[in-house]
């Protein structure tokens, strides 16, 4: 069975880093991309980043690009998004997401972590 | 980018009847899109990708139609668990991946 458990989620200030976490188990981690997508507090669904299997592609959001960095370690089964220079608009919880490998959609979620980033 | 836009915002429906959602894109996506379904304080849940190929274990009242610029996700007849709100998502033209507004069906 998959399973995806983020951690990391806190309250930080604008201006400030953190890094957050996935930890993947229930399929082969270093075959399949992944993704971070984020929802902010009663609005929907938005795309953030995405990495190749590897590690050696990635792709990120415009909002994010420059800020945001994802990277995972295959032989700890982690996925990773360290954030940095936060915005209050970047307040969300942040979902980890399995990329299905046959199409760019996601089909499996982690149950997410929550950022708030407030002074 | 391509701007997905869903409607209506929000569908009241009463169990048993037949819900239709839409989704249309600014430009043709072709076949490359997906639906989810997010039930308040969970994490969204894969329900059609392809445009019309239901996923793994999703009932058979959900069906998906549709190729270019618009999409049609139809529940044949609401349960109470499909009180939800849904999202499309095209694949076809990224990045960025782009998710349509969302359609919450509500309780009538």
């Known amino acids: 069975e998959v399973h995806l458990l983020e951690s990391g989620g806190a309250l930080v200030q604008p201006g400030g880093s953190l890094r957050v976490s996935c930890v993947a188990s229930?399929?082969?981690?270093?075959?399949?991309?992944m993704s971070w997508v984020r929802q902010a507090p009663g609005k929907g669904l938005e795309w953030v980043s995405s990495?190749?299997?590897?590690?050696?592609?990635?792709h990120y959001a415009d909002s994010v690009k420059g800020r945001f960095i994802i990277s995972r370690d295959n032989s700890e089964n982690t996925l990773y998004l360290q954030m940095n220079s936060l915005r209050a608009e970047d307040t969300a919880v942040y979902y980890c997401?399995?990329?299905?490998?046959?199409?760019?959609?996601?089909?499996?979620w982690g149950q997410g972590t929550l950022v708030t980033v407030s002074s | 980018e391509i701007v997905m836009t869903q409607s209506p915002a929000t569908l009241s429906m009463s169990p048993g009847e037949r819900a239709t959602l839409s989704c249309r894109a600014s430009?043709?996506?072709?076949?490359?899109l997906a639906w989810y379904q997010q039930k308040p304080g969970q994490a969204p849940r894969l329900l059609i990708y392809?445009?019309?190929t239901r996923a793994t274990g999703i009932p058979a009242r959900f069906s998906g139609s549709g190729s270019g610029t618009e999409f049609t996700l139809t529940i044949s007849s609401l349960q109470s668990e499909d009180f939800a709100v849904y999202y499309c998502?095209?694949?076809?033209?990224?990045?960025?991946?782009?998710f349509g507004g969302g359609t919450k069906v509500e309780i009538k």
């Open positions: 229930g399929f082969t981690f270093s075959s399949c991309a």
């Open positions: 998502q095209q694949y076809n033209n990224w990045p960025p991946l782009t």
């Open positions: 997401a399995k990329v299905d490998g046959r199409w760019w959609g996601f089909d499996y």
């Open positions: 990495i190749s299997g590897s590690g050696g592609s990635t």
């Open positions: 392809g445009a019309s």
């Open positions: 430009q043709s996506v072709t076949s490359n």
